[in-house]
């Protein structure tokens, strides 16, 4: 497999008779409220996740091919890996073995979503090339099927495919989906590096060790504040429960600057400062879009990031967009 060529290039290459494709754009996320419970024999943990999605792209481009292969473009293109180990990949295949033909297709993701930042850029791209390649092939999956085949390729995958905002239960795979009134302005941090998610899992147990895991369950404040669409409401809703993610302090222990961070986007005026998911990614809360202009300006030039995005939110999920 290769990285960097655009399918667009090849398309005009080929001339006329140009391989079919279809493109799927799909949003990041961010845990507005993420509860984690203790782990569970298969090494998972029970979560209340309440996914609400942003309006980050990543779009994936399935075209006719002869072999199964990933290329990605991108400022992180190098950071994401172009074999089966990618969730496009695999969605590919999943796809094609429920279907009983050859997962052949070239899959090429045009990258905005930060990778390994806690923002479910990965799952992003697993939901969009399943989206595509039941557009390109004509498999006619419903709803269900793609959501149980997303279940199958990773617990935040299915909410990439719906968008908007939901709870995730289980290991946040089963999904009931929340009102959100938008929009919400946001902030994000984007960090040097990633983190990786099962090791932000194991430092939460190990954080835990000594101490009794209770069972997750959602803030009804935070819900009732995500369907008021109301910033303020919603900011006091998450201090009320210390911020909201569980998983918080483990990614701080891993990558203490985070702390920085947090801190650079609350003295610019968040009112909610919080790490997205397992992190580095920190998400900040903002009053409007102005002030949340002013917070990724302030952060840019605090030192303590690499980049900061607006985006705002709710957002939908995938959606064939060509
Ligand atoms: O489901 P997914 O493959 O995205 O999960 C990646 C890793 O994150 C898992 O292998 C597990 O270590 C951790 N995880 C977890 N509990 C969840 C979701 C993920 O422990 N509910």
Redesign the pocket.
């Known amino acids: 497999m290769t990285s960097g060529s655009t399918p667009s290039a090849e398309r005009s290459a080929a001339g006329p008779a140009a391989a079919r494709s279809v493109t799927v754009r799909v949003p990041a996320k961010v845990n507005v409220q993420l509860a984690?419970g203790p782990?569970?024999p298969d090494?998972?943990?029970?979560?209340a996740?309440v996914f609400l999605a942003v309006g980050l792209y990543d779009e994936v481009t399935a075209t006719e091919a002869d072999d199964l292969r990933v290329t990605v473009s991108g400022r992180d293109a190098a950071a994401v890996p172009t074999d089966t180990t990618n969730l496009a990949a695999r969605a590919a295949q999943l796809l094609a073995a429920r279907h009983g033909r050859r997962p052949n297709v070239h899959l090429h993701i045009a990258k905005d979503i930060p990778v390994a930042g806690g923002m479910a850029g990965?799952?992003a791209d697993g939901a969009g090339a399943l989206l595509a390649c039941d557009e390109l092939w004509g498999t006619g999956s419903g709803t269900e099927e793609l959501l149980g085949v997303c279940a199958e390729?990773?617990?935040?995958?299915p909410f990439s495919l719906v968008g908007g905002a939901a709870l995730?239960r289980?290991?946040?795979?089963r999904l009931t989906a929340l009102s959100a009134k938008g929009p919400l302005h946001w902030v994000f941090a984007v960090a040097d590096g990633g983190l990786s998610?099962?090791a932000?899992?194991?430092e939460?147990d190990r954080l835990a060790a000594d101490r009794s895991v209770p069972e997750p369950d959602p803030s009804p404040a935070v819900l009732d504040a995500l369907g008021s669409g109301d910033p303020a409401t919603l900011a006091a809703a998450l201090a009320a429960i210390a911020g909201g993610n569980d998983l918080q302090p483990a990614a701080l222990s891993l990558r203490p600057p985070l702390a920085d961070t947090l801190g650079a986007g609350t003295a610019a005026g968040a009112l909610a400062a919080l790490v997205s998911g397992?992190g580095p990614t920190c998400a900040f809360l903002a009053a409007d879009e102005a002030a949340a202009a002013e917070i990724a300006a302030a952060l840019e030039s605090s030192g303590t990031c690499r980049q900061a995005r607006v985006a705002q939110a709710p957002a939908p999920g995938a959606e064939v967009v060509r």
């Open positions: 984690v782990p569970r090494g998972f943990h029970d979560l996740n990965g799952s390729l990773g617990s935040d995958v995730g289980g290991r946040g795979e998610t099962p932000v899992y194991r939460f397992s």
